[in-house]
């Protein structure tokens, strides 16, 4: 499979405990990108990478969020001292030109 | 703010019927929307997009259309079949943007 692929698909923590996402883009796609989804809502944008450098940041990612992209290839989304309010779909998708092809997403319950 | 929305949350048709899904925006700076199917558990799908540039799309049974003057939207499907049955959003952005803009979503159901 050549598409976007994240892990795990799905996590379920403890309010209070960290965890941890990644996000492999397809290959040879620069630019990747953070969204989160809630039950019936669309995607919104958390934070941009293109390469190794994030150069844009939602105000929705608050202090408790990180994401990185060390090499320019994977990327990670961590989120500390999870809170009820960060259960959602977190969704990374990738872009060649114009277009944004998402992956399968992970879905986080913060009980 | 601006934002991207959508007119109807819950679309249902009968199999083999055309499929017609409207997007109103209003941002009069996008120039560039896309259409994403997502089912569910499932991240968006593309489907097909246009630029502001143009006012007709078409793809295999999906053809878009653009009416920049009332900043509108629209997916048609022909002939759905059930394998279509999932929830579309439109998406919009802006030269110069990264992030897209997403509406809240249309869940179609195709009636066997």
């Known amino acids: 499979d050549t598409g976007v692929s994240q892990d795990p698909r799905h996590k379920i923590t403890k309010r209070g405990q960290n965890v941890t996402f990644r996000c492999d883009p397809i290959s040879e796609h620069n630019r990747l990108y953070w969204y989160r989804q809630t039950l019936g809502q669309g995607p919104e944008f958390l934070t941009y990478?293109?390469?190794?450098?994030?150069?844009?940041k939602s105000r929705l990612l608050s202090d408790r969020f990180s994401a990185e992209r060390p090499k320019g290839s994977f990327s990670t989304l961590e989120i500390q001292r999870t809170e009820q309010g960060d259960s959602a779909m977190y969704l990374c998708?990738?872009?060649?030109?114009?277009?944004?092809?998402f992956g399968p997403g992970t879905r986080l319950l913060v009980l | 703010g601006e934002s991207v929305g959508l007119h109807l949350p819950t679309l249902s048709v009968q199999e083999g019927d055309n499929s017609i899904i409207n997007c109103a925006y209003s941002?009069?700076?996008?120039?560039?929307f896309i259409w994403y199917k997502q089912e569910s558990g499932k991240g968006p799908q593309f489907i097909i997009d246009?630029?502001?540039?143009?006012d007709k799309r078409q793809g295999q049974r999906v053809t878009v259309l653009l009416n920049k003057t009332v900043k509108h939207l629209s997916l048609q499907i022909a002939a759905t079949q059930p394998g279509d049955s999932a929830v579309y959003f439109c998406?919009?952005?802006?030269?110069?943007?990264?992030?897209?803009?997403f509406g809240s979503g249309t869940r179609l159901q195709v009636q066997p």
């Open positions: 246009i630029r502001s540039n143009m």
């Open positions: 990478f293109q390469n190794e450098a994030q150069l844009e």
């Open positions: 998406a919009e952005n802006q030269t110069g943007r990264r992030a897209l803009t």
């Open positions: 941002n009069s700076a996008s120039d560039y």
């Open positions: 998708a990738s872009q060649v030109q114009e277009t944004q092809y």
